[in-house]
């Protein structure tokens, strides 16, 4: 039993149109940080970003949300402002999990709703199943909360993880974070991340980026780009889902992530007849990948109103504002 808050730290930021504070909660390979908006007897609500961003990429969507919530958005391992994984660790979904299940905990919250983007949208999805007494409402921000792999793919996806990692390992000392100016930072992560506009870049380098002598160096971890050694095939994938109990709905970018992004056959179709299945509501709206950060004003209504169409009961509610208190 993680005891509450005995290791949070809040601090204020400007940064933002709507008051945030920020925390960091001791984990036992250094810490996790994050930010926290909204009272804290608001109605809980996780905020899980995606792969290679941070939790700036909701900066510019839950100001637009209700202020008597409880927004929680915290940077995975890895990435952002949170401490890396010790080294010869995996960066793998089933610890991100757990990174989720020791966040929640700290917050003493027995039951919340999720919004995720990409890569937290699989999260998401594994954590549903795994715990779906603890989550009433999910949102997928353009995921689909699950990328089965080819059976045949997940043990080659393995020895090559596997090997990736050594190879790192063994290459540690020669190894030194490259120096950059802010604009070549900037470029560089608009780069990688073509859907970004110029002021959502700027965003996610507040917690992209830190300052040393003669420049700026990216603070995410490079192994996060190893491959996974953890994969799913599609009959996993099914099986998790149907454990979620979760209400989900799933707004899909029609320029995003599937433009560029292809799951082997058929398996796009199978995800969504499960996700049918489960009387989840998918919605396709105009955008790209990042549209929640670029232009969160199209998706912010469609938001409140499916959270707000399924109110926590009383005593849940109650029960849930008495744990966050403490925050």
């Known amino acids: 039993m993680i005891p509450a808050f005995t290791s949070l730290r809040h601090f204020g930021t400007t940064t933002m149109r709507r008051a945030a504070s920020e925390f ?3 984990v036992p390979w250094g810490e996790m940080r994050g930010q926290v908006w909204g009272p804290s007897h608001g109605r809980p609500v996780l905020c899980l970003h995606g792969w290679a961003d941070n939790c700036g990429t909701f900066n510019t969507l839950i100001p637009l949300l209700p202020k008597d919530w409880r927004f929680v958005a915290f940077d995975f391992p890895g990435h952002g402002l ?5 080294d010869g660790c995996f960066y793998t979904f089933p610890l991100y999990v757990a ?3 020791r966040v929640v905990e700290a917050l003493q919250w027995k039951r919340f709703s999720i919004i995720a983007h990409s890569m937290g949208g699989n999260v998401a999805g594994l954590f549903s199943g795994l715990y ?10 353009d995921t689909y909360g ?3 792999t080819k059976l045949t793919h997940m043990f080659k996806n393995m020895r090559k993880g596997i090997n990736d990692q050594i190879d790192y390992d063994n290459q540690l000392d020669k190894r030194k974070g490259k120096v950059y100016t802010y604009e070549t930072a900037k470029e560089r992560l608009k780069v990688a991340n073509p859907s970004l506009s110029d002021q959502s870049a700027d965003i996610l380098l507040e917690r992209a980026v830190r300052e040393v002598d003669g420049g700026f160096i990216f603070t995410r971890d490079f192994r996060i780009n190893l491959k996974n050694i953890v994969n799913n ?5 099914l099986y998790i889902m149907s454990l979620i109990k979760a209400r989900v709905m799933i707004l899909m970018a029609n320029d995003g992530l599937f433009k560029t992004f292809t799951l082997p056959d058929g ?9 049918t299945d489960q009387k989840a509501t998918i919605l396709n709206i105009e955008g790209d990948h990042h549209i929640h950060l670029n232009k969160p004003e199209s998706m912010a209504s469609i938001i409140t109103d499916f959270l707000q169409s399924h109110s926590p009961d ?4 109650e029960s849930d504002n008495n744990q966050t208190s403490k925050l």
């Open 314 to 317: 009383k005593t849940e509610s």
């Open 233 to 237: 095939n599609v009959q996993q994938c």
């Open 146 to 148: 699950f990328l089965p």
């Open 82 to 86: 949170s401490s890396h994984r010790p």
């Open 267 to 275: 398996y796009g179709d199978m995800i969504q007849k499960g996700w």
């Open 132 to 141: 779906p007494e603890m989550v009433e409402d999910v949102i997928l921000l």
């Open 24 to 26: 960091r909660m001791t």
């Open 99 to 101: 990174d989720v299940r």
